[in-house]
């Protein structure tokens, strides 16, 4: 069964610090890996996407990370803001149709002053 | 440019009550979808339109329709609501079904059955 499990399930940071978000996923045959930022209310907003051969997307001060072989991936969050306070969602992409994606359940980031 | 935009934004109904959730976008995409997110869930597949004139249904399409009325338009029906509808409905779009086009979303319709 295709699966995206995402860690931690929540987490609290300080503003001006530095974070990390865990993406393991179980998804045959792979096609890509995006990640998504939720506001509160609001629909998701994509910020990377990654194929296979991509070890490496930037955004700003949002880094994703993809290793395809351990079928992990990571967001790190440079400097963060309030505005980053969201929940991330990483999505992977079953073979080559768009409507074949696997969400995960998201990490909700609190960032506090 | 309005993106997706979705009707209502909140709407309670009671157990067997109808009610359509209206979806448009003006990026004159091929492709539309609606989604189901639940706490603690990802979001989930209802149905999508790979193009005008065609549906096809997702991972979660049972107690739900869906009518392409045009390439802007994408609307989701639920006949008889029942409370394990009560979710957050999301619409999206992209320039078709090919993966490598990202999907861009709506700002989601949140929906209680009492």
């Known amino acids: 069964k295709n699966q995206v499990e995402q860690s931690p399930q929540s987490l609290i940071i300080l503003e001006g610090k530095n974070c990390t978000l865990q993406c393991n996923y179980t998804v045959s045959p792979f096609s890509n890996l995006r990640w998504y930022k939720q506001d509160t209310g609001r629909g998701p907003v994509s910020l990377t996407i990654?194929?296979?051969?991509?070890n490496t997307k930037s955004n700003g001060r949002y880094t994703a990370t993809l290793d395809a072989d351990t079928k992990q991936s990571s967001l790190h969050i440079t400097a963060s803001q309030l505005s980053d306070s969201a929940s991330y969602i990483c999505?992977?992409?079953?073979?080559?149709?768009?409507?074949?994606?696997?969400f995960g359940g998201g990490t909700r980031v609190l960032v506090k002053p | 440019n309005a993106g997706v935009t979705q009707t209502p934004k909140f709407q309670v109904l009671k157990t067997g009550q109808s009610m359509t959730l209206q979806c448009a976008q003006d990026?004159?995409?091929?492709?539309m979808y609606w989604y189901r997110q639940d706490p603690g869930m990802g979001l989930r597949l209802i149905y999508y339109s790979a193009s005008e004139g065609t549906t096809d249904k997702g991972e979660v399409p049972n107690g739900y329709n869906v009518s392409r009325l045009n390439k802007r338009e994408f609307s989701l029906r639920l006949e008889s609501a029942a409370p394990s509808q009560t979710s957050v409905y999301f619409c999206a779009s992209s320039e078709s079904t090919d993966a490598i086009y990202e999907q861009y979303f709506g700002p989601g319709t949140r929906l209680t059955v009492t």
């Open positions: 999505v992977v992409s079953v073979g080559a149709a768009g409507n074949k994606l696997t």
């Open positions: 990026m004159n995409h091929n492709s």
């Open positions: 990654m194929t296979f051969s991509e």
